[in-house]
């Protein structure tokens, strides 16, 4: 809205210089947070909880694509400068000071909301798996539109024989569609990190029968936890798992990044079944 100041001024009328600390690197483009805000389609109308706000630009974008947003900030500065979007946006931005690290979402009355977040890179990868996680599904959230570095990106959608391919990829994929939506080169965020960055975009998918996630859990921890071993040896303490492999006619001898999301899902299901 052109009312409102620019972020930079923001930032420097809050001395909201970034935090190392707290994973902290700001995005200023309007036009590049704008095109993040799109990304899971018309919000208009939607919740949307965002995660780590900063000064606000990620926002910004999303309330003037008609969302209502429910922030969690940590950063006590931060808060501060959020709220000056209040009064620009009557009734639409909720904001909580706290931890996403704690379970907070259930308190928040979030159902149904999709989570858009430029999100601090210590924490994003614990969010992502326990956003993922859980028997209950689908989920309750709509969709992930979240910020990752590059190399943690391609790990989510990578394909079974890459070197990116392991446990999130299986995680993230067996019962969601997960895509690369957009790079963002490190010059577009202040300071620039050291890193390259892209951002998610994961949807739920109806969950394949018979499969337990904590088994699928437990199975890809055991498996990618010794990548470089055969699956005879990574699995061999996993109850059930080496004669769910003989039932399934899958070579111990393979190892983990061979196996596809199916395979991993067969696997599961079939050591669930052996009880």
């Known amino acids: 809205m052109s009312d409102l100041p620019p972020l930079r001024e923001v930032i420097a009328s809050h001395d909201l210089r970034a935090n190392k600390a707290l994973g902290?690197?700001?995005?200023?483009?309007?036009?590049?947070?704008?095109?993040?805000?799109?990304?899971?389609?018309?919000?208009?109308?939607?919740?949307?909880y965002e995660v780590g706000p900063?000064?606000?630009?990620?926002?910004?974008?999303?309330?003037?694509?008609?969302?209502?947003?429910?922030?969690?900030e940590r950063d006590d500065r931060?808060?501060?400068?959020?709220k000056e979007l209040c009064g620009h946006f009557p009734d639409k931005l909720t904001i909580r000071a706290g931890d996403a690290m704690d379970s907070v979402e259930a308190s928040l009355g979030l159902g149904g909301a999709h989570i858009v977040a430029n999100l601090p890179y210590n924490i994003g990868t614990a969010l992502l798996v326990r956003w993922l996680g859980g028997e209950s599904w689908p989920p309750w959230w709509k969709s992930l539109t979240l910020m990752f570095q590059e190399e943690v990106a391609r790990r989510i959608v990578a394909e079974p024989g890459?070197?990116?391919?392991?446990?999130?990829?299986?995680?993230?994929?067996?019962?969601?569609?997960?895509?690369?939506?957009?790079?963002?080169?490190?010059?577009?965020?202040?300071?620039?990190?050291?890193?390259?960055?892209?951002?998610?975009?994961?949807?739920?998918?109806?969950?394949p029968d018979g499969v337990v996630f904590a088994t699928l859990e437990r199975l890809t921890q055991a498996a990618f936890g010794q990548r470089r071993k055969m699956l005879r040896q990574s699995l061999k303490n996993l109850p059930h798992a080496l004669e769910s492999l003989e039932m399934l006619d899958i070579d111990p001898r393979r190892r983990a990044e061979t196996l596809s999301v199916q395979d991993f899902v067969a696997i599961a299901r079939a050591i669930d079944a052996r009880g």
């Open 162 to 207: 890459s070197g990116a391919y392991g446990r999130l990829s299986v995680l993230a994929q067996w019962r969601a569609e997960a895509r690369i939506a957009l790079k963002v080169h490190r010059s577009a965020f202040v300071p620039p990190p050291k890193v390259m960055s892209a951002v998610v975009h994961i949807v739920p998918m109806k969950v």
């Open 54 to 72: 900063g000064p606000g630009g990620l926002t910004r974008a999303l309330l003037e694509a008609g969302a209502t947003v429910v922030a969690i």
């Open 24 to 48: 902290q690197n700001f995005l200023l483009d309007g036009q590049l947070l704008a095109r993040i805000a799109a990304i899971p389609g018309d919000v208009a109308g939607e919740t949307v």
């Open 78 to 82: 931060c808060i501060a400068a959020l």
